[in-house]
């Protein structure tokens, strides 16, 4: 029996080692990277972390055991980002097989509204102050 000859090698290893993979990237509403950012992907129970540049890249599922098990073809997947100081964004996907790139995901930052107080906060308003909001220093 002959070896094999290293071209051919090689075209037997690309053909029977296909890659599966679901990829993206998370952005803020100006289009600028969210680093960091914990995106999960269900059915597979698997999370991870965006880059520096906002990319991230599944390309494996998790069984019932936690182990590793490959993306299932022709399958529907739910992807969700988040990250604290923005509303979590989720999208509905079909992965049929191979890559996957998905649109990129836009957090938008979590906005605080701020209403004027209206109760009285004249401390003359209070004239009872045996509690102290503050430290209490003994001795002096």
Not at 47 to 61: H, K, R
Not at 93 to 114: M, N, Q
Request: include cysteine.
């Amino acid at each position: 029996m002959q070896p094999l000859t290293p071209l051919l090698l090689s075209a037997a290893l690309l053909t029977g080692c296909a890659t599966h993979r679901i990829s993206g990237q998370v952005v803020d509403r100006n289009g600028d990277p969210v680093e960091r950012a914990v995106v999960s992907l269900e059915p597979g129970g698997v999370q991870i972390v965006t880059d520096s540049e906002g990319y991230w890249e599944i390309d494996y599922l998790r069984d019932e055991n936690g182990d590793r098990v490959r993306l299932d073809k022709r399958a529907d997947y739910q992807v969700e980002a988040f990250k604290v100081g923005y509303h979590p964004r989720d999208s509905d996907f079909y992965y049929k097989r191979g890559e996957l790139l998905t649109e990129p995901l836009v957090l938008r930052e979590d906005s605080i509204r701020v209403v004027p107080e209206e109760q009285e906060l004249d401390p003359d308003a209070f004239p009872d102050r045996t509690h102290s909001s503050g430290a209490n220093y003994e001795g002096e």
